[in-house]
């Protein structure tokens, strides 16, 4: 496996791992990988319109320009496909594929939606099909292609979804951003590595590729981490653990602003988004533009003003959990920052905006002794104090899992 290590980069095996050996709405991992050995036949069922045939023919397109082992072909109506695709209703998507009330109850109808169903025997592929339903809203084209593109990938093999990239074919939530990108064509290119043989076992895979996979040998691995950090730091990591585990904000999170934002809090939180942007590799922030309809991931910041408030600044956070993939992550941040119209909330509205956006980043709660400790600004540059910046790097770092227990924490530290 020493030449599939040095071709594909620690990112995609992770990846990789994550969402091939987990199937959407399941809780468990797979066992073994699945995929197809012969060229998988596409017949679209029912009664396609001219754009959803071209969607389909694109997204074979782009599949095949990988050069897989296998190619993906178009059939006829009248031929017998191996991948039969119905575009529908909710309701006909659900009659073709059978399914259960559990199952459709766990589907967001509100937006585009594509799932599918694979046979396999012994980990060769040999039918799927796979239902497909849009939003009638929304009409954009490059949103319905996308799903048309990820439920036919998904069927060659890669059947799991999940939060970390949130631009990548795969993340559970809907964002238009998403698209097929580069991580995603080295998932797929890996799975059909000559290596990685039909109904290759997870265990096999855990083994070989162990010193990169941080879902293997985790608590060596933050023992190995957490020598490197100051020791007082201990208690501060143990409260950003919940009873769902460790939970963080995807690698790359969106800043959305809503409400009375003036040039003054813009300014100030670019200058935040910037200094955390520094802090690790694992943590890109971006300010996103505003729409209409609120987004179900990010950082959702909205300022408010009112004249009959008494504090000078009250704050409230809500945050969302998504725990229907491999890894749980912390999917929303909602944030509120009510100001009144006073001298002191004018004084302080640039502190409570630097850490709201900190501590939107952990579970863990802003605290009264973090007053005054949090950050400084140096000729125009927010400078967060180190203790901070070792607790977002050490929370960020790929060795604490999502949804890593506090008591594994504990046991990995005092190996």
């Not at 399941?26 to 197809?36: G, R, Y």
């Not at 099909?129 to 998904?154: F, M, T």
Request: charged content about 25%; glycine content about 6%; aromatic content about 10%.
């Amino acid at each position: 496996m020493a030449k599939l290590k040095s071709k594909y980069d620690t990112e995609a095996i992770n990846y990789f791992y994550e969402t091939v050996f987990h199937e959407d709405y399941s809780k468990i991992k797979l066992d073994n990988i699945s995929k197809w050995k012969s060229n998988p036949k596409i017949v679209l069922l029912g009664h396609p319109s001219s754009s959803e045939i071209e969607y389909v023919k694109k997204s074979i397109a782009e599949i095949n320009k990988l050069n897989l082992p296998i190619e993906c072909i178009l059939g006829e109506p009248r031929d017998s496909g191996s991948i039969n695709i119905l575009f529908g209703n909710f309701e006909e998507v659900s009659t073709y594929l059978n399914l259960d009330n559990r199952l459709k109850s766990e589907i967001d109808t509100s937006a585009h939606f594509g799932i599918g169903h694979v046979t396999s025997q012994d980990g060769e592929i040999s039918k799927a099909g796979i239902g497909i339903c849009y939003n009638k809203n929304d009409s954009a084209h490059l949103g319905r292609q996308n799903v048309v593109l990820e439920e036919i990938v998904q069927s060659l093999g890669i059947g799991g979804d999940s939060y970390t990239h949130p631009r990548s074919l795969f993340f559970q939530n809907y964002n238009p951003e998403k698209s097929f990108t580069n991580l995603d064509r080295q998932l797929l290119s890996l799975l059909y590595e000559p290596a990685i043989p039909v109904n290759f076992p997870r265990k096999s895979f855990e083994t070989d590729f162990s010193d990169v996979l941080y879902a293997v040998n985790t608590a060596e691995k933050i023992k190995n981490l957490w020598q490197k950090f100051p020791r007082d730091l201990d208690s501060e990591v143990e409260r950003c653990f919940t009873g769902a585990g460790l939970l963080k904000h995807p690698k790359e999170t969106n800043i959305h602003l809503y409400g009375s934002v003036d040039k003054e809090d813009s300014a100030t939180i670019t200058r935040v988004i910037f200094s955390l942007n520094q802090i690790s590799p694992n943590l890109t922030l971006k300010l996103a533009r505003r729409t209409a309809f609120e987004p179900d991931h990010g950082v959702v910041l909205t300022f408010n003003e009112s004249d009959q408030q008494k504090e000078a600044i009250r704050l409230s956070n809500e945050v969302s959990m998504g725990k229907s993939c491999m890894f749980p992550k912390l999917i929303k941040s909602k944030i509120s920052l009510s100001f009144n119209k006073s001298a002191r909330s004018r004084i302080l509205r640039q502190q409570s905006i630097v850490d709201a956006l900190y501590f939107s980043l952990l579970t863990r709660p802003k605290r009264q002794t973090d007053e005054g400790e949090l950050f400084e600004i140096k000729a125009g540059v927010i400078h967060f104090h180190k203790r901070y910046t070792d607790l977002l790097k050490l929370i960020y770092s790929n060795e604490f899992l999502d949804g890593l227990a506090l008591n594994e924490f504990r046991a990995a530290k005092s190996m």
